[in-house]
């Protein structure tokens, strides 16, 4: 049985571990089968190295026409499944062909590799970095191990960040004039601002702020659009009287939000909006939707 | 249905905040914080609905803020734990409801301040904006009726542990007006919202809801920075502020009695033209009169009770400026009805008493006040209007107990005016009680002129007010029994005084009518001859003043008599002039007494028909004139002639027989030698004696010989000979005595009974003179000689 049991087992046992890997941080990942893990965190520009071991089976060797590990940025998109795009690629070659016979470590590194674009897991389109080791072999197939991790990239705060003011209405029934702070937020931002009530001729139920995701795939006549509202928050309860105003603040925190990202690749856009919704008292919503930009601002050492 | 449904509702909501509650307190057990923030804003969001009725929907608040209790302590013992504060700050804010959202913000608040890691004042600014974003009215007065109370005890005020120094003050003070502000917003709003026939139900409901609008005046009223200057110079111009320009009827009603009630009196004192000022800028519906009211009501309690208080009152002038406030609010409030303007001047009078009460120009000033405006509306019907201004009037009365001070207030009777006839006449009478409890004297002539002009309605009729004989005649006698009782207090020692009092007095009560002056014409006729008997005991008068000799006020009397006479009276009149002619008698004024007798022989004459008031009005003049000691013989004659003749022209013969034999009293004073004339006396008990024979021959004839009647004349007759005889009549003989005896037992043989008591008295009354020792008497009656006696 043991031996018939081998015959199915990977010849070897691979392990690819970072050489910084017990202080770096891990950040949770969902993966496909909808777990979550947790996967070492990197930025661009950062220096990947670590160990490749490869380790035959006690009384195994493996016969191999190579050892390789690649670095690969993919994007996926749902629709056109499996297939990947790589736009990062880079390879190291770790050994020549020959047998292993004994536990054999095998030393990478990618120096200050560029990698622009961060990790996003989104509803039609996934971008995903990996380290792919593979140990060639002609016959019973190729050994290949994959190790995820996940790239965020931190902006600085921008130079120019307007606050968005804005009067809309419906004549002789609603003039309102809100105003949000900035035009940029980051990830932990909170954002501030007011709602002039203007006229108000109407009777009001309830006043929600809304964060949109608008998420784009694709391009010209393929262009997929998927938009999600993330989180709904209420801002006022009641019909204000006119000359009111309504303070607005709120946290970006709790909500699962990514950065901005403006044609990747020309594959894909995720753009997020702050959506200003009125409901009276028939139910009717009346609606004004402004993007904001969400940036990933450096994270204290503390937090 | 719709309480059913309430009722229903409310179940609903109270069994979901239990639930969730209980769960909130679960992850507390457990000090599981986010599962703790989950289920209070669940909990918390129970309170979002919009069925309730405020009286409902306070109930549900209750129950939630209680358990809201709980987590503010989970809140604190977190923090203890190392948990930063600021972050369950920001923690609490990402709940997705607002009402929710904004009870934990509350919540974890209150915390915050109490650590001190911040200052109070930014969050409390934080927290009071933060809470506008619920506009629904009265969601809204809820959360800050909570954010009110969570952040009381961390204001500083006395006793708290958060004392700051003045700014921390100021921002304390800031927060709770800008929530008073906010709050009082909202509570007026509710009136706008809903349909319009749900008005009345609105109110009462937002009535219902007042004291949470006003807990924020309560707490301005406990700050500790709030000193006068502050309350000056920020709090109530603030406060006014809001409750001018919210235009809301119930708002300003309330609130302004809110104000008046909350704050400490010396404020009120030192800030009334700013209070005043906002007063005639509210609605025009609003019930001024009450919130007035209040102010001088606490106004004069606190004079009242701190006497250190008063010179302050003077200093800032209070009583002009509420009278002028007063003035401000009528004139601005045209169709204010008459007794709210006069429930105003009445607690303005109040005030002034209590306050001023060494200013009688002021309460006459008020009075004055009171006149104007009711110059505006004419004669009062209203009778609520008119109690008022019963009140108003007893007022000053209460407190001085003196009439005299009332007097002096030249506004009174004018206010008195405008009373209908049937008050003004009980207003009268309050006055006239007073002087009669409070035992008053009235001692000048001009007093007297006052006072009769204020109870000038019990004197006189009104004009145009014929007396319709609606008047009850108990009422009528006991109204001018007072007004005789009243006479007798207008009194002064002084004889220089009185005649003049007397004079006054005469003039108004002259103007009573026919129906009063027999009630009132005697007692100032008595009190006149009181007057005339101290003047004689007196010096003669020592100013040679011509209107108070005796002569002088007699002449008055006889002519107000004479009035009296004219008011068909008669009987009355004649007695007067009885006690008339004998205070002449007593002041030796001969002409003067025969004058007075002369005008009551004319009467009996002319006006005394009726033969018992004849009989009555006779005894009165023989008995009168038997005192008699001016008169000359000649004139003594006249009279006592005309007596007797009167006395036989009597209808009755036994009256005539009894009239008679008084008349012999005429001839036989006890003093002056010269007034006795025994033979006269004993000629008109002869005269006495043949009428009473005819008297017996007559009832003998009719009635055979039981009657009795006459046998009792003879007795009587008999009892006068024995009077004569101990005073000494020398005609009067022993043999007389004895035949009358004789008579009379012949006379009580035949009728076998009758009169014998009064005979057998008689008869022992002579058998114990007989037997008298000491001489003088015994020996008068050994002159007669009875057979009865042997």
Known sequence: MNYLLGAFKPACNISITFSDGKNRKQVPMKKENGQTALVPLFQSQETLSGKVCVEPYQGKKVEHNGVKVELLGQIEMYFDRGNFYDFTSLVRELDVPGDIYDRKTYPFEFPTVEMPYETYNGVNVRLRYVLKLTVTRGYAGSIVEYQEFMVRNYAPPPPINNSIKMEVGIEDCLHIEFEYNKSKYHLKDVILGKIYFLLVRIKMKNMDLEIRRRESTGAGANTHVETETLGKFELMDGTPVRGESIPVRLFLAPYDLTPTHRNINNKFSVKYYLNLVLVDEEDRRYFKQQEITLYRLKEDASS | MIADDDEKWLAAATAAVKQNAFYMQRAIDSNNLKDALKFSAQMLGELRTSKLSPHKYYELYIRASDELRSLEMFFRDETARGCSIAELYELVQHAGNILPRLYLLCTIGSVYIKSKDVAAKDILK???????????????????????????????????????????????????????????????????????????????????????????????????????????????????????????????????????????????????????????????????????SGLMERLSNYAASSVEALPNFLQVDAFSKLNHAIGKVVEAQVDLPASSSVTLYLFLLKFTLHVHSDRLDYVDQVLGSCVSQLSATGKLCDDKASKQIVAFLSAPLEKFNDVVTILKLTNYPRVMEYLDHDTNKAMAIIIIQSILKNDTRIATADEVDALFELIKGLIKDFDGLTDNDEIDEEDFQEEQNSVARLVHFLYNDDPEEMPKIIFRIRKHILTGGPKRLPLTIPPLVFSALKLIRRMRGGDENPFGDDTSTPQKILQLLTETVEVLADASASELALRLYLQCAQAANDCELETVAYEFFTKAYLLYEEEISDSKAQVTALRLIIGTLQRMRVFNVENRDILTHKATGYSAKLLKKPDQCRAVYECAHLYWAEEGENLKDGERVVLCLKRAQKIADAVQKMANASRGASSTGSVSLYVELLNKYLYFLEKGNPQVTGETIQSLAELIRSETKKAESGAGTFITSTLRYMEFQRQQEDGGMSEKYQKIKMEWFE
Not at chain 2, 251 to 274: E, G, K, N, R, S
């Open chain 2, 126 to 292: 934080d927290l009071v904006e933060m809470c506008r974003a619920v506009q629904h009215p009265l969601r809204g007065l809820f959360l800050r009726s909570y954010l009110a109370q969570v952040t009381r005890d961390k204001l500083p005020s006395i006793g708290s542990e958060l004392e700051g120094d003045t700014e921390t003050h100021m921002d304390a003070l800031e927060f709770v007006l800008q929530n008073f502000t906010e709050m009082n917003k909202l509570w007026v709003r509710m009136q706008h919202q809903g349909p319009t026939r749900e008005k009345e139900k609105r109110e009462k409901e937002r009535n219902e809801l007042r004291d949470l609008v006003g807990k924020n005046l309560h707490i301005l009223g406990q700050l500790e920075g709030v000193d006068l200057v502050v309350y000056r110079d920020t709090v109530l111009p603030r406060i006014l502020e809001q409750v001018v320009n919210c235009k809301d009827e119930l708002a300003q009603c309330y609130l302004m009695d809110c104000i008046i009630q909350v704050f400490p009196d010396d404020f009120h004192l030192q800030t009334l033209d700013v209070l005043l000022g906002a007063c005639p800028q509210l609605q025009p519906s609003v019930d001024i009169k009450t919130v007035l």
